[in-house]
């Protein structure tokens, strides 16, 4: 009886009625986001090439793709698996707010293996207690957005939360390459911020809680579920899905192999690559944020979300054009920056689009939106698999492999056409 009342008297700031969030929230909420992508993301930009050069020097890009495609793979299932626990968790503690700290303790720990891996065995098993812990982690946060910020504020808040993920890399990168000499500071480290940044959201959340008796049930059937929503019944969340794969198509290629194209394709040495590639997130980082912070706002401010995204899926398709011929290191900053400009609009605006359309959501919030992570995590078991046939044919050039992620890309801007539930 005292959990009912309890949860009837907690405060619901989500759904059309709610209130509107407050700058403490909304920072809490961005600096959890931002922990979370730094801890996440400078592995796969810089610490994952290092170790696997160290590992195995030769066979360096072969394991690198391995290590991404396999944690990619699980990272696939484990991030709609784990919203649909988080939808139907019934603790004293909340529903997001478990999985919220579990995903950033249980991430540090993988990322600790990492760190101390001797073999490649060994550092595929910590990548994939990393990412399945991240992605437990993820899931929460993204169903925070629909739980707590009610749709006049939601294109503002995605902006910002965007804005997260370049602020993640730039930071990420930046104490990578400050702390390079010590292998196991340079994953530790971002993991303990993203242990504190979920901890300080945890804090201020005021989390729906969730009573035994309204607890969905869950089979087999539920668990199928949890990687599929019918694109015949919603349409639209079926087409806001497949942009998002087609651009991280494009995405994936950039992020994991960067590295490599540095030292093969601009002939840098692997000891300048953490500092090349912390520059090159800083230019890209500055270029999402203010797109992805303009982009959000003018959404809001026009009622439009589509011609964002479209545009903004055309402008990425371009930059990874630029990488592929330049000729320096200054021509491929020049399309880390279009790049950045393009990712950081696309991910503000598509995540409004998406909430907006979200199937279920009051029930399936958490369980759909992990259904949409999946578009951004599938590509990168897809590309590196992909990858290495396009290296070969072209004798180790990385221009054939951008300019293929290149369309993909551009064919996202296409698939958002459809929607129509959005304008």
């Known amino acids: 009886m ?3 009342r309890l949860e009837a008297t907690m405060p619901r700031r989500g759904g059309p009625a709610g ?8 920072a809490a909420y961005a600096i959890a986001y931002t922990g979370m992508w730094m801890a996440l993301l400078s592995p796969v930009l810089v610490g994952l090439t290092l170790r696997t050069r160290a590992i195995d020097a030769a066979h360096a890009p072969a394991d690198l793709s391995l290590v991404m495609g396999v944690g990619a793979l699980l990272a696939l299932f484990g991030n709609p698996f784990f919203g649909h626990l988080s939808d139907r968790t019934t603790s004293r503690f909340g529903m997001r707010r478990p999985w919220l700290l579990g995903g950033a303790l249980g991430g ?17 098993f910590g990548w994939c207690v990393a990412q399945l812990a991240y992605n437990a982690q993820l899931a929460a946060l993204v169903a925070i957005l629909p739980d707590q910020v009610p749709p006049r504020q939601r294109g503002m808040v995605s902006g910002i939360v965007g ?9 990420g990168t930046c104490l990578v390459q400050a702390i390079a000499d010590s292998t196991l500071a340079m994953f530790l480290l971002p993991a303990a911020i993203a242990v504190l940044g979920a901890a300080c959201l945890a804090w201020v959340l005021p989390d729906r809680r969730l009573a035994l008796a309204q607890r969905p049930r869950y089979g087999l059937h539920e668990f199928l579920a949890s990687f599929w929503v019918n694109p015949r019944r919603f349409p639209d969340f079926g087409w806001a ?3 998002r794969f087609l651009l991280f198509a494009g995405v994936a290629v950039l992020m994991t192999y960067q590295g490599f ?20 997130t800083l230019v890209h980082a500055c270029a999402a944020m203010v797109s992805g912070v303009a982009g959000g ?8 979300r589509k011609p964002f995204v479209a545009g903004a899926a055309l402008v990425y398709a371009l930059a990874l054009l630029v990488i592929a011929f330049a000729a320096s290191y200054p021509g491929f900053l020049a399309g880390m920056a279009i790049a950045g400009a393009g990712q950081g609009m696309y991910l503000a605006v598509n995540l409004a689009l998406v909430t907006d359309v979200l199937p279920d959501r009051e029930v399936h919030a958490a369980r759909n939106l992990g259904i949409l992570n999946i578009a951004n995590v599938l590509p990168q078991s897809l590309m590196p698999a992909l990858a290495p046939a396009i290296l070969l044919a072209d004798w180790g050039s990385y221009t054939a492999l951008f300019v293929m992620a290149a369309v993909p890309v551009a064919l996202g801007a296409w698939a958002i056409r459809p929607v129509r539930g959005v304008r």
Do not use: T
């Open 297 to 304: 706002w003018l959404s809001d401010a026009v009622g439009r």
């Open 241 to 243: 899905w497949s942009s």
């Open 108 to 124: 540090a720990a993988g990322l600790a293996v990492v760190a101390q891996a001797a073999s490649v065995p060994q550092l595929l």
């Open 2 to 4: 005292g959990d009912k």
């Open 261 to 280: 194209y540095l030292i093969q394709q601009l002939g840098r040495a692997p000891a300048e690559v953490p500092r090349l590639v912390f520059l090159s």
């Open 19 to 26: 209130e509107r969030v407050g700058w403490p929230f909304v």
């Open 163 to 171: 804005v997260s993920l370049p602020v993640g890399m730039v930071g």
